[in-house]
């Protein structure tokens, strides 16, 4: 019966979690072009279906369907593979962000994370730095110089971006003496650690919009400048992979925002049902989503230089000061 | 074992390095005086001479958690770096403005280096040597590229970091193999397991991959190709303290893992080092013979000086106390040669050195630098009564007490043959100046430097006693109290 | 230290695709696809470390070799002439046979070290991977790191310096001489 | 066969590559690369031998390596890039003015 523990069970949670994740980013695309449409009095999709519903699916068909196009001068191999290992990094970071506690079935214990590793949040770190060679090596392999410039650029916002991310985790660190998400969320149980930690959540919810390629920091894509960067040379359902990846990053992200400051699958009643853990968790991750899309929709994309600067400048220094802070308070606490 | 078993003190030179590192990258940013700065760093490195004088003249103070140690031998090491490192700021003060260099990241990393080197005196631990070395190394080929306008330099740096990350590998290749020969990454630890698994092939492994690191360290032959190139395209004011520097702190640490953790060892690592030695000696003199260019023909000659200094560590223990006194007598006249050289150097057509035509005519132009000059290629010659010839005494009698008479004698042969090129610097000066060559340069701090350097060669030649003293008997307390 | 066939199957796989890493960082004709080459054999070295109950130092191993300092390579090589895929760093002929040759001895000689290994070498400490597990592995790291290895941690951070000022230094376009 | 010399024989193996890599490669970079790859062979005996002598002294090692490695890297590409301003080129043997 072993293996079932140590394999089948994870195995399918994996499908659960891809299957879902596939389904969300379909339905992210149709709300965030809602949203959007609202937000500067237009209608977004209304076409396909009742309001709309069944756009994702019509665009599913559309890229599917469109003619493959490797351009000749590409570097085949990686121009090929690289949409494939973006997605495969976003959808790997979802493997221990725990979405409830656990539930009994069929006799077993079956907790609501596909894998919980005690260092899972440096495993989230890691993980989203190996989906950057997706967009990286893509535009490298599409041999045109507006990809390279966009890779490039998306390399450099990410590495910078990657620091004060890991300084606000660091704090946490620090605050729930863990870097086990399970901990992380059982020590938000009184309080959300957006409380404690106001300084730390700014300095996390930008560096991850930066991390994510959303607008108005989407500098490996600005249509303006580099002709949509890295993407340039990729159509039909490449590009759709590409997509793909971008909008179940923001997914990641919102639930790693929700679950790291806003108390994860807890809440009122959450202890009578798993179900009502998920709600919460979703409730709280669409939240996050809406802020996202409200972002992108009211403020204008901001210079690549300054962006870089502002990062260095200031988001750096700011997250190593509320680091320092943190430790001190907690060291006169303790 | 907890943190209160900090002992700051015992690595206080070293913290005094750090701490006036960092002030001048503070003053950089608001100070653009370089003259300033240089001032600044030489504030921070006469402070700790000073402190490791007063630290070798007090008590002794423990060691720093097993990790470091403040004991006779690191102290030594000290008082050469702390004494290169002011020769050296003392020389690049006019120097630097000249050429052009940032003084903030030139003298921040100039004494950073020095804190690396003075730790690797010091480290009594694997991890502290192998990170002081990484310091020391990391920073000098930074500085060996920091004049950037050059490509000569580019080129420089290119190799020697090559090469010396490389040369890490392997030094970090046989420190594991020592971990998992002992048990353990202290050297205290390792020299009390040694005896128990002594020819354990693991352990001899791990000590050959470590004699391969730092022999590329020390510029031993046939390890050596990154040296000429590099000393002849880094700034001339670094190369005096690199080849003084690194090969001290290199020796110190090689003499402090053989000597004090590898006794019982002693007849397997003897003749791979005596043969280093002598290919070392040999192929640096000759080599030397061949250039044109004073500068790239002191690189060679460092190579043969690395050579001499590998007798006395396979002397053993007799030849600890030779090796640290030859080390401050090739700090002095080597640091000394190469301001003489910065003197001379101009700063667009002497990018890759001095030729050795422009030394043609010294003695009638500028007597006093040619004197001090002239002192300075006797005692790398190593003539009696100056500071290069006890070296030589000490090194190569401690070979006899060992009963390593061949190498004393390839030794000494190999000082006949090195004569003959420096004293051909010494010819050239004498000869009668042609008329449109520049004047070397004036300043007060490059004439104080060159003229310290100078008369601690005569000194510590005449009086070599009281640096005997010191350095006599280090080993007893190799590890601290 | 006894592993289950499961294990045994996962390190045979991990070396196998380690060594192919590391071969093709070689024999890559592009450097591009020596640094890919050298991203898998980092990846490959970090599943064996967390395999080899060093968890901690396998996610180190993704975020500081795979995260930045392939990127950094990659960047360099891109800022340099990722652009044209001519072949870049030929082997030269006699050389090659030379080293190949030091290699193979150097090898051969530490095969035959390991095959001589006799048990274990050295004398056993103490934190098994037992204790590992009840301590935490972060947290004995950590406290170990700190309490004993104080002194090494703080020189690696001089050793950061010194790598930030002198990669700014180095990199930075040199202006105009500054004003005395 | 011993888990601990499968691993120190891969490690030694992974090591070597580099070594020949280092010996038979001209670009810089590549160069380079291989001597990351030997750092990451001796990252390995490390953990390798930690493990089996059950003490932490070897992952410290590695975390004080993978310090070294950040710096080497910072400061080999800073070097690379300086000369790749003068001279638009990575190859060791186009980079020689130095000779003697």
């Keep these: 019966m072993d293996w079932i523990d140590a394999l089948l069970i994870p195995a399918i949670k994996s499908l659960v979690v891809i299957v879902v994740l596939l389904l969300a980013f379909a339905y992210m695309t149709y709300v965030e072009r809602k949203l959007v449409g609202r937000f500067v009095r237009r209608y977004g999709p209304n076409r396909a279906g009742p309001f709309g519903l069944l756009q994702p699916i019509a665009d599913a068909f559309k890229a599917i369907f469109k003619e493959e196009v490797i351009p000749t001068e590409v570097d085949k191999w990686l121009y090929v593979i690289c949409p494939g290992i973006a997605v495969a990094g976003s959808l790997i970071v979802f493997g221990v962000i725990p979405v409830g506690d656990s539930f009994m ?113 989407d500098m490996p894509e600005t249509e303006n400048e580099l002709v949509s960067g890295y993407s340039t040379e990729y159509g039909g359902i490449k590009f759709a992979i590409y997509f793909m990846a971008e909008y179940i990053n923001m997914i990641v992200m919102s639930i790693l925002v929700a679950t790291l400051f806003l108390g994860g699958w807890q809440g009122p009643f959450a202890h009578l049902s798993p179900l009502l853990q998920l709600v919460w968790l979703v409730v709280k991750a669409a939240v996050v989503l809406f802020v996202f899309i409200w972002v992108r929709a009211s403020i204008p994309r901001v210079r690549y230089d300054k962006w870089m600067k502002f990062g260095w400048k200031f988001l750096v220094p700011l997250g190593l000061a509320n680091l320092a802070v943190t430790a001190v308070v907690v060291a006169l606490v303790a | 074992m907890n943190i209160a078993d900090v002992q700051i003190v015992s690595i206080l030179p070293q913290t005094l390095l750090l701490a006036a590192a960092l002030v001048v990258f503070l003053a950089d940013l608001v100070w653009k005086d370089r003259k300033g700065i240089g001032l600044l760093a030489l504030a921070g490195v006469l402070a700790t001479f ?147 698994v002594q020819t354990d092939p693991m352990l001899i492994a791990g000590l050959a991959l470590l004699l391969i690191g730092f022999a590329f360290k020390v510029a031993a032959v046939p390890f050596h190709m990154w040296t000429p190139d590099v000393y002849q395209g880094a700034p001339s004011s670094v190369t005096a303290f690199m080849s003084v520097g690194a090969k001290a702190a290199g020796f110190a640490a090689l003499v402090r893992v053989l000597v004090a953790v590898f006794p019982t060892l002693y007849a397997w690592w003897v003749w791979p080092v005596g043969v280093l030695a002598v290919l070392t000696m040999t192929w640096g003199n000759l080599a030397a013979l061949a250039q044109g260019n004073v500068k790239r023909m002191l690189a060679y000659s460092s190579i043969a000086h690395a050579g001499y ?163 006599q008997g280090t080993l007893a307390v190799l590890f601290g109290g | 230290m ?83 895929p001519a072949e870049q760093g030929r082997l030269t002929g006699g050389l090659a046979a030379a080293g190949s040759a030091l290699v193979v001895v150097f090898l051969a000689e530490i095969a035959y070290l390991v095959m001589r290994l006799t048990g274990t070498a050295g004398a056993k400490g103490t934190v098994t991977p037992d204790v590992i597990a009840q301590l935490g592995h972060i947290q004995l790291l950590g406290a170990t790191l700190l309490l004993e290895y104080i002194l090494p941690f703080e020189l690696a951070s001089v050793l950061l310096l010194v790598g930030i000022v002198g990669a700014v230094m180095l990199a930075r376009a040199r202006r105009q001489s500054r004003q005395e | 066969m011993d888990a601990i010399r499968y691993l120190l024989i891969l490690s030694a193996v992974l090591f070597s590559i580099g070594a020949a890599g280092v010996l038979i490669r001209r670009n810089a970079l590549v160069i380079f690369m291989c001597i990351e790859i030997m750092l990451n062979a001796v990252n390995l005996t490390f953990i390798a031998l930690s493990r089996q002598l059950q003490s932490l002294d070897g992952q410290i090692f590695v975390f004080m390596v993978m310090a070294v490695a950040a710096a080497e890297v910072a400061i080999g590409l800073g070097i690379i890039v300086s000369i790749f301003r003068h001279k638009p080129t990575t190859d060791v043997d186009d980079v020689s003015l130095l000779k003697g």
């Design chain 3, 2 to 84: 006894t592993a289950t066939p499961l294990e045994t199957v996962l390190f045979i796989a991990f070396g196998a695709v380690a060594i192919a890493g590391a071969l093709s960082v070689i024999l890559a004709r592009h450097a591009v696809y020596s640094a890919l080459g050298m991203l898998v054999n980092f990846v490959a070295l970090a599943a064996m470390y967390i395999m080899l109950s060093a968890e901690f130092l396998g996610i180190a191993q993704l975020i500081v070799y795979a995260g930045a300092i392939v990127v950094l390579f990659l960047f360099a090589l891109m800022l340099i002439g990722g652009r044209r």
């Design chain 1, 105 to 217: 079935a069929w006799g077993r214990k079956i907790t609501m994370v596909v894998a919980d590793v005690n260092v899972g949040v440096l495993y989230v770190v890691a993980m989203a730095g190996l989906g950057l060679y997706g967009i990286f090596l893509g535009g490298w392999a599409s041999n045109n110089n507006f990809s390279l410039l966009g890779a490039l650029r998306s390399t450099a916002q990410v590495i910078t971006y990657e620091l004060p991310m890991g300084l606000a985790i660091a704090s946490i660190a620090t605050i729930t003496g863990s870097l086990r998400f399970g901990d992380i969320i059982a020590a938000q149980k009184t309080l959300p650690l957006i409380i404690l930690q106001p300084v730390g959540f700014l300095v996390y919810f930008i560096s991850g919009m930066a991390e994510i390629n959303r607008s108005p920091f």
């Design chain 2, 50 to 196: 000073v402190a490791t004088v007063v630290m070798l003249a007090g008590p002794g103070v423990p060691t720093f958690q097993h990790m470091a140690a403040a004991d006779r031998f690191a102290l030594v090491i000290s008082l050469v770096m702390s004494a290169a490192a002011v020769l050296a700021v003392l020389v690049s003060l006019d120097y630097i403005v000249r050429v052009d260099l940032p003084a903030g990241e030139y003298y921040g990393l100039l004494l950073l280096a020095a804190s690396g080197m003075m730790f690797l005196g010091a480290a009594t631990h694997l991890m502290t040597l192998f990170l002081s070395l990484e310091i020391l190394s990391i920073a000098l080929y930074a500085l060996a590229g920091i004049r950037t306008t050059d490509i000569r330099a580019g080129e420089a740096a290119l190799k020697y970091f090559l090469l010396g990350a490389f040369a890490s590998a392997f030094l970090l290749y046989g420190m594991a193999l020592l971990y998992g020969a002992t048990g353990t990454t202290s050297l205290a630890g390792i020299a009390a397991a040694v005896p128990s």
């Design chain 2, 309 to 471: 200094i590998l007798v006395g560590v396979a002397a053993g223990e007799a030849g600890v106390s030779g090796v640290l006194f030859y080390l401050m007598a090739y700090a002095l006249m080597n640091i000394g040669a190469f301001a003489v050289l910065i003197a001379l150097e101009r700063a667009e057509e002497d990018a890759a050195g001095v030729e050795l035509e422009r030394m043609r005519g010294l003695f009638h132009r500028r007597p006093w630098l040619a004197a001090a000059m002239t002192v300075f290629m006797f005692s790398l010659a190593g003539m009696p009564p100056l500071a290069g010839f006890f070296g030589k005494l000490y090194v190569f009698s401690a070979a006899v007490r060992s009963g390593l008479l061949v190498l004393a004698i390839i030794g000494v042969i190999n000082s006949v043959i090195s004569a003959y090129y420096y004293l051909r610097v010494v010819a050239r000066m004498a000869l009668a100046a042609p008329a449109e060559e520049a004047e070397p340069a004036r300043c007060p701090a490059l004439t104080i430097g060159t003229g310290i350097a100078a008369v601690g060669t005569v000194l510590l030649g005449i009086y070599p006693t009281w640096l005997l003293n010191l350095v």
